[in-house]
């Protein structure tokens, strides 16, 4: 009986290492003790000496793709049946394919549930904010296997402008913005218990919670209950649940008596007729009105309103489409993927967003639910024609010298509906009250581009939009919107 002792709990490499001498060797799989460095029983059986010669080993590509996930699973006896697989092989070429042999079944069961594993922590990982600037997040998971390895790299893409770290009882990673960097497991208590932003998320889990279509059984499937631990909305999920069977019926009772979708945009209208007599002396109580407003059906479905944000007396605003999904979390404009990027090419040339007032078009979040996912929508032009009662007392309060729509939505807004970025991208344009407008790109667009090379010279381009029009504020009196410190290195 030889002891094998696989350095690493879940990697190939190193197991691929340890099987090819014992097969090159002809080893009976019965006669294997497999062991983890660490093992108490580490001195069980006769040290294997590996053969000077490993000529006559093969396993196909399938078989190691499949053994990579297994190696994951939890189960200590997955260096045994890996081993059992690769041996059997060397004289079973189609042993793969028979998919009642019992250990290609148990090779499956373990390859499911390796990647329901990694699945289910891509989508219950929450991340707590470590501090109050919001740029450093961890999460605490419980992974049944030991998937933290192959999950990372999606988190890597998903959030790759901030840094955060996923800690494991088992492992941890740090994400660096970089290069994701692996060390050892940890405690839950190292996470904080919480964070502002929860009561945010709590209102948006209870937002879409759809009471007509709760079945709880399929709820617990895909939400299983033993992640609830971890889950800043589960502690709503059963006053939710109990009063499921009530909302319906308010529902229902509230379906059945809502005006015509015609009806609702005549009210509307009579609404925006009687509005234009209203002034709101600041920007405060603006917004205030605002988290009230029904102008447009798109206030059911979103969270919240998000408001512009900046110096009340700020003379440049940007104004953008709409809030996305992350706008909507959270009430702020600008804070998703989009500006994050904007961000970046306004530190680049040297523009201080906090001397700028950025806003949208439209004020509500308009999306399509796909499964879990909530898909951006463009707004129409009714819904940017009712928004512009808010946009316009924005303009009306802040007074900015320049406005710049980013985008055509924006453009459109501010300049009629007949405005392209094509025409009027880079041409200063006067309005009747002094106001300039410039018209570019908006920056999500440069995200969506999925010809990358096309998209970094897109990403040129607005750079140098944004660039002429730092140059043109300071070129009028009290105008300067440039960054009072060096820019961010490269």
């Known amino acids: 009986m030889y002891r094998v002792i696989v350095p690493t709990r879940n990697e190939l490499a190193p ?11 002809r080893i009976s799989p019965e006669d294997i003790i497999w062991l983890q460095a660490g093992d108490a029983d580490a001195l069980l059986g006769e040290a294997f000496t590996p053969p000077r010669v490993l000529a006559g080993v093969r396993v196909s590509r399938q078989f190691m793709e499949y053994a ?7 189960d200590r006896g997955r260096c045994d049946l890996l081993y059992r697989i690769a041996f059997r092989l060397q004289n079973e070429r189609k042993l793969l394919t028979i998919e009642t042999d019992p250990d290609i079944v148990l090779l499956t069961r373990f390859n499911k549930a390796v990647r329901r594993d990694s699945h289910k922590m891509t989508a219950f ?9 919001n740029e ?10 030991f998937t933290l390895e192959r999950t990372a790299p999606f988190f890597a893409e998903r959030f790759a402008n901030m840094e955060w770290a996923i800690l494991t009882p088992y492992r941890s990673v740090f994400w660096n913005r970089e290069q994701l960097i692996f060390g050892e497991g940890a405690k839950k208590e190292d ?71 015609r009806h609702q945009r005549q009210t509307a209208r009579h609404k925006s007729a009687e509005d234009e007599a209203v002034e709101f002396s600041s920007l405060t109580q603006a917004k205030k009105a605002a988290e009230t407003c029904t102008r447009c059906p798109l206030y059911e479905n979103a969270t919240q309103v998000v408001f512009g944000e900046g110096p009340a007396e700020a003379p440049l605003m940007m104004v ?33 967003r906090k001397k700028v007032f950025v806003t949208n078009a439209v004020k509500h979040f308009k999306f399509v639910p796909r499964g879990k996912r909530r898909l951006h929508q463009k707004p129409n032009g009714g819904e940017v024609s009712a928004c512009r009662f808010w946009l316009d007392h924005e303009r009306a309060l802040v007074k900015p010298k320049v406005i710049v729509a980013l985008g055509a939505t924006a453009a459109q807004s501010l300049l009629g509906s007949g405005a392209t970025i094509g025409k009027l991208r880079g041409v200063p344009i006067e309005l009747e009250d002094g106001t300039t407008v410039f018209v570019t790109v908006h920056p999500s667009f440069l ?18 939009d944004l660039e002429a029009i730092r140059e043109h504020m300071e070129s009028i009196k009290g105008g300067s919107v440039a960054l009072d410190r060096a820019p961010a290195g490269p």
């Not at 450093?136 to 049944?144: H, M, T």
């Not at 998320?201 to 879409?208: D, G, L, P, V």
Request: hydrophobic share 40%; charged share 30%; proline share 8%.
């Open 136 to 145: 450093r997040f961890a999460a605490w998971f419980e992974p049944e296997h």
């Open 447 to 464: 995200l969506r581009m999925p010809d990358r090379a096309k998209a970094a010279d897109e990403r040129v381009a607005f750079a140098r």
């Open 15 to 25: 197991w691929r290492d340890c099987v090819r001498p014992l097969l090159a060797a």
């Open 320 to 352: 953008g489409e709409q809030p996305g999904d992350r706008e909507d979390i959270e009430g702020h404009p600008f804070v998703g993927p989009a500006g994050q990027l904007l961000d970046q090419v306004l530190d680049e040339v040297r523009i201080d």
């Open 191 to 261: 996470v904080p218990a919480q964070d502002g932003l929860e009561d945010a998320w709590r209102t948006y889990f209870a937002s879409i919670f759809n009471p007509a279509r709760l079945k709880v059984s399929a709820m617990t499937s895909e939400m299983p209950r033993k992640y609830w631990r971890n889950l800043p909305e589960a502690e709503i999920i059963p006053d939710l649940i109990r009063s499921a069977q009530h909302r319906e019926a308010e529902m229902i009772r509230t379906k059945a008596s809502a005006p015509p979708t």
């Open 68 to 74: 990579e996930i297994a190696l994951c699973h939890a």
């Open 125 to 133: 990982v929450r991340f707590r904010a470590l501090d109050q600037t």
